[in-house]
């Protein structure tokens, strides 16, 4: 009934035969692994991007705003991912975020600003004006930047952006509106000398009036 040599699955050289069974072997362990490592990084992508919502939601970010900010996450890599959900999330909106906002659409200008305002913990801050670090939408002109402040004051505060290259000056007048709850986006009118090709003095005059 049964045969008195062994079968063989494949047939050839014996040793041939188990090479090949090493290389499935082999094979299948590190597809196992390769599967584990990616199942793993996404694991953890969706737990920081959850994270990083709940925070948002915290800060009283609506959806808009939390949508704006998980399109912001899913642009960093891996190291910066962790940053941004976790305890250093505050500083790296304040050092990188205006690369991002360059990509972004003017009507999400205000919307983004709101976000980081809300986030960063400015939007309630009843101290003055540019008491702190903060982003701010700057109008210049006929068009308007974000820009931010990097040198806070009472008299005149420092700002970076960077203008669409003008044959002349700055103009005399221009505003730069903020975010504040329970009031909104809120605009104080001053004047703006330039420092560097990026870096401009801003200085209030006048009174406070709404953008809304």
Same mark, same amino acid.
């Given at each position: 009934? %049964?045969?008195?040599?062994?079968?063989?699955?494949?047939?050839?050289?014996?040793?041939?035969?188990?090479?090949?069974? *090493?290389?499935?072997?082999?094979? %299948?362990? =590190?597809?196992?692994?390769?599967?584990? =490592?990616?199942? @793993?990084? %996404?694991?953890?992508?969706?737990?920081?991007?959850?994270?990083?919502?709940?925070?948002? +939601?915290?800060?009283?970010?609506?959806?808009?705003?939390? $949508?704006?900010?998980?399109?912001?996450?899913?642009?960093?890599?891996?190291? @910066?991912?962790?940053?941004?959900? @976790?305890?250093?999330?505050?500083?790296?909106?304040?050092?990188?975020?205006?690369?991002? *906002? !360059?990509?972004?659409?003017? #009507?999400? #200008?205000?919307?983004?600003? $709101?976000?980081?305002?809300?986030?960063?913990?400015?939007?309630?801050?009843?101290?003055?004006?540019?008491?702190?670090?903060?982003? *701010?939408?700057? @109008?210049?002109?006929?068009? !308007?930047?974000?820009?931010?402040?990097?040198?806070?004051?009472?008299?005149? &505060?420092?700002?970076? +952006? !960077?203008?669409?290259?003008?044959?002349?000056?700055?103009?005399?007048?221009?505003?730069?509106? &903020? %975010?504040?709850?329970?009031?909104?986006?809120?605009?104080?009118?001053? $004047?703006?000398?330039?420092?560097?090709? $990026?870096?401009? =003095?801003?200085?209030?005059?006048?009174?406070?009036?709404? !953008?809304?």
């Amino acid at each position: 009934m %049964f045969p008195e040599k062994p079968v063989w699955i494949w047939k050839g050289n014996p040793e041939f035969v188990l090479l090949q069974l *090493v290389g499935l072997i082999l094979f %299948f362990y =590190y597809a196992f692994r390769i599967s584990a =490592y990616f199942t @793993h990084r %996404f694991e953890l992508i969706q737990m920081h991007r959850k994270r990083l919502d709940r925070l948002a +939601f915290k800060a009283g970010c609506n959806q808009t705003e939390r $949508s704006l900010l998980q399109t912001f996450y899913n642009q960093l890599d891996r190291r @910066h991912r962790v940053l941004l959900a @976790h305890n250093h999330a505050k500083e790296y909106l304040r050092a990188h975020l205006l690369q991002f *906002v !360059s990509h972004l659409d003017k #009507e999400e #200008e205000q919307t983004f600003l $709101s976000l980081v305002a809300k986030f960063l913990g400015t939007a309630k801050d009843k101290s003055p004006i540019f008491a702190i670090r903060e982003f *701010v939408l700057v @109008h210049w002109g006929r068009e !308007s930047y974000l820009a931010q402040v990097v040198d806070p004051g009472v008299a005149e &505060v420092r700002i970076r +952006f !960077s203008p669409i290259k003008r044959k002349g000056g700055p103009p005399n007048q221009t505003k730069v509106t &903020v %975010f504040r709850e329970p009031k909104g986006f809120r605009s104080i009118p001053g $004047s703006v000398e330039m420092e560097t090709s $990026s870096t401009f =003095y801003f200085r209030p005059h006048g009174k406070r009036e709404s !953008s809304e």
